[in-house]
């Protein structure tokens, strides 16, 4: 009897540690994308509408990981002409700014106003960060089959001290690239929201979508964020990200 037990703790023993290290597996390769970031995109941000009507917003994007600090600078125009800087940082403070044309500074958004979008809430300022992989609260959920592709699902929460609107997230991640096809988003009291990830594409040894689809769960309409072109390995330096870059508008 004693040598079952101490066999069934053994075996106890294994099964969670080979779940940790799973979990650790996931998390590391989604943290190295975040941390290799050095990107530049160009393309739309797209708003379907109950009915089906579209309005667009033309869009750029650059991102790039500093020690310690991942900054995105999103500059939109069509009917809202807007520059978003974020700045993510994996001790969970991070920071939005947003600059219009005219503007001598950009100024702070409100954490209350995170959960909104330059295109609706549906593709929200938060949504350009990638913070919930830095999360203290991370769990591997059953593998499953979604679509052609099998996923391992990761589970995420945030801590205390984190800035998010959302409860948790859950990532379905393709077991062979370890690149998320599928997200759930859970809002704080309110619906889940849904990203779908098409268009999966290998460029310079980097994984990444030409196109992710936004859908609230019970609500009709969408949220596209379309990838029409872009690079990479950017070489982006500090100044991209400076004040002056921030405030420059093009004159139409």
């Not at 650790?24 to 990107?39: G, I, N, T, W």
């Not at 800035?163 to 988003?185: A, C, N, Q």
């Not at 309110?190 to 310079?204: A, I, S």
């Given at each position: 009897?004693?040598?079952?037990?101490?066999?069934?703790?053994?075996?106890?023993?294994?099964?969670?540690?080979?779940?940790a290290?799973?979990?650790?597996?996931?998390?590391?390769a989604?943290?190295?994308?975040?941390?290799?970031?050095?990107?530049?995109?160009?393309g739309?941000?797209?708003?379907?509408?109950?009915?089906?009507a579209?309005?667009?917003?033309?869009?750029?994007?650059?991102?790039?990981?500093?020690?310690?600090?991942?900054?995105?600078?999103?500059?939109?125009s069509?009917?809202?002409?807007?520059?978003?800087?974020?700045?993510?940082?994996?001790?969970?403070?991070?920071t939005?700014r947003?600059?219009?044309p005219?503007?001598?500074t950009?100024?702070?958004?409100?954490?209350?106003?995170?959960?909104?979008?330059?295109?609706?809430?549906?593709?929200?300022?938060?949504?350009?960060?990638?913070?919930?992989?830095?999360?203290?609260?991370?769990?591997?959920?059953?593998?499953?089959?979604?679509?052609?592709?099998?996923?391992d699902?990761?589970?995420?929460?945030?801590?205390?001290t984190?800035?998010?609107?959302?409860?948790?997230?859950?990532?379905?991640?393709?077991?062979?690239?370890?690149?998320?096809?599928?997200v759930?988003?859970?809002?704080?009291?309110?619906?889940?929201?849904?990203?779908?990830?098409?268009?999966?594409?290998?460029?310079g040894?980097?994984?990444?979508?030409?196109?992710?689809?936004?859908?609230?769960r019970?609500?009709?309409?969408?949220?596209?964020?379309?990838?029409?072109?872009?690079?990479?390995?950017?070489?982006?330096?500090?100044?991209?990200f400076?004040?002056?870059?921030?405030?420059?508008?093009?004159?139409?």
């Amino acid at each position: 009897m004693r040598r079952f037990r101490s066999m069934l703790a053994l075996t106890l023993v294994f099964c969670l540690t080979a779940r940790a290290a799973d979990v650790q597996s996931l998390l590391a390769a989604q943290q190295k994308r975040v941390q290799s970031a050095d990107f530049r995109a160009a393309g739309r941000l797209v708003r379907v509408n109950a009915s089906g009507a579209r309005t667009i917003y033309p869009m750029t994007i650059k991102a790039h990981w500093f020690p310690g600090v991942l900054r995105v600078l999103v500059e939109l125009s069509g009917p809202a002409r807007e520059h978003i800087l974020l700045e993510m940082r994996p001790e969970g403070q991070s920071t939005i700014r947003i600059a219009h044309p005219g503007d001598k500074t950009a100024g702070a958004l409100p954490f209350a106003n995170w959960s909104d979008g330059p295109a609706g809430p549906g593709f929200s300022y938060e949504d350009f960060l990638d913070a919930e992989y830095f999360w203290p609260g991370q769990t591997a959920l059953e593998s499953t089959r979604l679509g052609a592709r099998d996923c391992d699902v990761l589970k995420s929460t945030p801590g205390a001290t984190d800035k998010t609107h959302y409860s948790e997230m859950k990532s379905w991640l393709d077991h062979g690239i370890r690149f998320p096809v599928y997200v759930e988003k859970t809002l704080k009291g309110g619906p889940v929201k849904e990203f779908t990830y098409l268009g999966l594409r290998q460029n310079g040894g980097v994984w990444s979508a030409s196109q992710v689809e936004v859908k609230v769960r019970g609500q009709a309409g969408s949220t596209l964020l379309i990838v029409e072109r872009g690079s990479t390995r950017a070489n982006l330096k500090a100044d991209d990200f400076e004040p002056a870059s921030i405030l420059k508008f093009q004159d139409r």
